[in-house]
């Protein structure tokens, strides 16, 4: 068998431009929220956490509304007294 050379050149390594930082961190930092990508990041992470609270304060105020208060009933008006079923009034008239 014959014998197998290897031609070796020479490789230049190729230096990549540093990472831009995302659109959002740059926006931070045009606006002057924060002075550095660290400070940015760390703002939109409290802007993260600002919008979960809020969202879970939604969710909980949709599923749990509150609670209607209710108006004695000898403050009622006779015609409101006059709508209510018999069996709901009898009780509420007998407390007065």
Known sequence: ??????????????K????????????????????NAREANFALLGIAGLFFLVSVFLILYFL?????K????QYVSPEMKNQLPQKTRMPLEKQE
């Open 64 to 68: 749990y509304p509150p609670a209607a």
């Open 70 to 73: 209710s108006i004695p009933y």
């Open 16 to 35: 990549r431009p540093p990472p831009k930082p995302p659109r959002s961190v740059r926006f931070l930092m045009k606006i002057g929220l924060a002075r």
């Open 1 to 14: 068998m014959g014998s197998v050379e290897f031609e070796e050149d020479t490789f230049t390594v190729l």
